[in-house]
């Protein structure tokens, strides 16, 4: 209603409320809440308001928007705006690094400024939309029971015999848990690049690699069931360590009668039985004994059949289980690869002198000994199986695809992981029940290809390959756990990819980013297992590929096609360069020249002009520590990088020489930009690195916390968008990590 009022002579009507003044001051109507860096900021709206809080729609002029704080960020877009109805819109503003407590400030003549609230515009954000991400890859009970572990990436806990589990531990890439019989609230993590330890079940870990002498990255830990305190610790590149104090310190062991270890040769599962004689099964070498704590080591291996090569007929080496109650008696697995193989485990009842197939069948198993009766559970493809005469019979205990299973010794009680999903028997095995809670991922290799929008890929170990177009939603393209991929750099929708497809394993391709695939490995059917693809960016028929031989009639080494796949010349399969071909990278402009890693060393191979048997050339003087991998700078002749054991080395002629340019060991090739080969990234043991200058000077990029990253991949087109790969799924940068 309006009203009339009359007041020295003068009157006032107010119409519907307040009278309307002049703006004042500026508000925030609309500001970032969550942002990511590099990405466009949700609209910000600024208001130019009265006393009272009104919106004055009659104001006029700039409205100016800046970075209060910190200084570092850098805002980008379009910052100024004007008046309309007494609001400025801006709608297209973006940082170009990342920032916590970020705040923007708005400015206009004659008007008080606003600032925003504190938001924060991450680096790094999940991009993990339509991805599955359950992957377990370890379990522990406490010795109590009370208490059971998982690994999926993370470390869970659970309290309720595995009904539900509740992340405890962000470290990314857990390799082991060890819990210790002694002290049921103590338990160990083995992660790529650290130890830990927890005294209260998890609730709080502190590392402890530092204690042991020259760490080196941890592979295996076992706890002395028979003596307090006694813990060994497997090393990658160096003697086992023992404590005898439950871990606060430790030292070398001798280690008399082992092999030489290194990253291609380490200790991968650890055993103690119940008279604390030490069981270390290695990568290549197999088991050993030690009677007297590490001190001295017996090779026993003899009687298990190996191939032309060296290596064991069944297979790798996988897990270790020694019978705490029960002297001598002790199993070991193969991953056996669909080797010919009597059984994937394998059992002594002699402490190692003799061993025999049980009759468990599949290509792997990992292992769970009942200590009341020695009774073995075996998780096999095929089912959850139990032996009560040390694998001589078997009854299936519970049907489906089984991973992993653990026992509690106090309660009988069981955790495992069947058809990809955790699981709970609280009646010895009679029922089942899903799990619930437990979260993390696997993603093991990730690639971008050529072309707008960008097709990601990303192949998970335990699902198959799944593609992202410019950071969408993931679709499943093709089911093939663990598979090797190699996307073709310059020619959109064209990548290929090694696995096993409804049982037809072999390399495949497609042309239209996953949605259609075609069997290619057309005449090399007994070589079994691809480790590398990688298309040449000038001849995208042109496809290299480095393998191992898995024991078939062809080795692996380095293969060729120029074709497109549909046919393979064999170029390097001489022992001496030890049968599997790791890492193969092509020259930056000469696209007969490529360098490769196998397990003796980097080699560079040349083609023969005339068709002949190429040249190959050792490239090991000058690296130190174990090569894992190779890379090459686009567009740049000889320009190579070398990741070692022992850091990261570069070479600006073909390999002649070398020059370590980061103290960091690294499994991984480095990733350099196809955009700008003198920004680079490499993924260490302690940390993934960027230079911008070629490898001359490096930073440490700050991920996510508990991530580590196991593959990071350079959009062609974009060199600040990346992808990076890891346990706990796929994780994407717009500003080059920074």
């Given amino acids: 209603m309006n009203r009339c009022f009359r007041i020295a002579g003068v009157f006032l009507l107010l119409v519907g409320g307040a009278a309307s003044a002049s703006a004042t001051k500026l508000v925030f109507s609309a500001q970032p809440a969550k942002a990511q860096a590099g990405a466009v900021l949700s609209p910000v709206v600024v208001e130019a308001r009265d006393a009272l809080g009104n919106v004055d729609p009659g104001a006029s002029g700039t409205v100016t928007i800046s970075l209060a704080t910190p200084a570092a960020p850098m805002l980008s877009g379009p910052r100024t705006a004007q008046f309309v109805n007494g609001r400025a819109a801006f709608a297209a503003l973006w940082l170009t690094r990342s920032g916590t407590a970020l705040r923007l400030t708005a400015t206009a003549p004659g008007l ?52 539900t589990w509740t992340s405890v531990l962000d470290v990314g890439n857990a390799r082991r848990v060890v819990t210790d019989p002694f002290h049921p609230a103590t338990v160990i993590v083995v992660t790529q690049s650290d ?38 610790v497997g090393r990658n590149n160096g003697l086992p360590a023992k404590s005898t104090d439950g871990g606060a310190t430790f030292s070398s062991v001798q280690g008399t009668g082992l092999p030489p270890l290194s990253a291609s040769n380490y200790p991968v599962d650890m055993a103690v039985d119940g008279q604390s004689r030490l069981y270390m099964l290695m990568l290549y070498e197999g088991p050993y004994r030690s009677d007297d704590g590490g001190a001295t080591w017996t090779a026993i291996s003899s009687g298990l059949t190996r191939n032309a090569n060296g290596l064991f007929q069944c297979g790798t080496p996988q897990r270790l289980a020694a019978d705490p109650t029960q002297p001598g008696s002790v199993y070991f697995t193969f991953a056996t690869w669909g080797n010919p193989c009597a059984s994937p485990v394998w059992h002594s009842t002699d402490f190692g002198a003799a061993w025999s197939p049980t009759a468990v069948s599949g290509t792997g198993a990992t292992l769970a000994i009942d ?98 177009q410019s950071g969408g939603a993931w679709a499943k393209r093709f089911a093939a756990p663990g598979a090797i991929l190699g996307v073709d750099p310059a020619t959109a929708g064209y990548a290929y990819l090694y696995g096993n497809n409804q049982g037809q394993e072999g390399l495949y391709g497609t042309a239209d980013a996953g949605q259609n695939w075609s069997w290619l490995e057309h005449n090399i059917s007994s070589f079994a297992c691809w480790m590398s693809i990688t298309v040449d960016p000038r001849t995208p028929a042109t496809i290299w590929g480095g393998g191992q031989d898995c024991f078939g009639s062809k080795y692996g080494g380095v293969w060729l096609s120029s074709d497109g796949g549909l046919s393979w010349s064999h170029l390097v399969s001489d022992p ?91 499994q ?23 230079t911008k200058d070629g490898g001359a000077t490096w930073t440490v990029l700050s991920l996510p916390a508990g991530v ?13 968008a990346l992808y990076l790969a890891s346990e706990s799924g796929v994780w994407a940068s717009l500003t080059g990590g920074e």
């Avoid at 580590?708 to 600040?720: C, F, H, T, W, Y």
């Fill in 708 to 720: 580590s990253g196991a593959d990071l991949a350079i959009a062609p087109a974009n060199e600040n």
């Fill in 668 to 690: 991984y090739p480095v990733r350099i930009s196809p955009s700008n080969p003198q920004t680079a990234y490499a993924l260490t043991y302690s940390g993934t690195y960027k």
């Fill in 112 to 163: 008080t400024s606003a600032t925003s609230a504190a938001f924060d515009a991450p680096a790094w954000v999940p991009m993990n939309d339509g991805l599955p991400l359950a992957h377990v890859g370890e379990l522990a009970y406490s010795s109590d029971g009370a208490t059971a572990y998982a690994t999926a990436g993370r470390v869970f806990r659970s309290t309720d015999q595995g009904a």
């Fill in 576 to 666: 001496s360069f030890g049968y599997w071909a790791r890492s193969v990278a092509i020259d930056g402009t000469d696209s007969s020249t490529a360098y490769f890693v196998s397990k003796f060393g980097a080699r560079r191979l040349v083609l023969s002009p005339t068709g002949g048997p190429p040249a190959l050339t050792d490239l090991s003087p000058g690296l130190s520590g174990t090569a894992r991998a190779v890379s090459t700078a686009p567009s740049q002749h000889g320009v190579v990088f070398a990741s070692t054991d022992s850091g990261i080395f570069k070479s600006t002629n073909s390999g002649a020489t070398w020059t370590q340019v980061l103290n960091r060991g690294s």
């Fill in 371 to 468: 200590p009341s009766s020695s009774a073995l559970y075996a998780a096999t493809a095929s089912g959850l199986v139990l032996s009560t005469n040390g694998g001589v019979t078997l009854t299936q205990v519970a049907s489906g695809s089984w991973s992993y299973v653990a026992l509690s010794a106090s309660s009988g009680n069981f955790v495992g992981v069947q058809n990809g999903v955790p699981v709970n028997s609280q009646d010895q095995g009679a029922t089942w029940t899903p799990g619930a809670g437990i979260s993390g991922g696997s993603i093991g290799q990730i690639a971008a290809g050529a072309g707008s929008p960008t097709a990601v890929y990303a192949v998970s170990y335990s699902t198959g390959l799944f593609i992202s």
């Fill in 195 to 232: 130890l830990l330890m927890s005294t209260d079940r998890g609730d709080h870990w502190t590392s402890i690699k530092s204690r042991l002498p020259g760490w080196q990255s941890a592979s295996a830990a076992a706890f002395d069931a028979h003596t307090a305190g006694v813990l060994y």
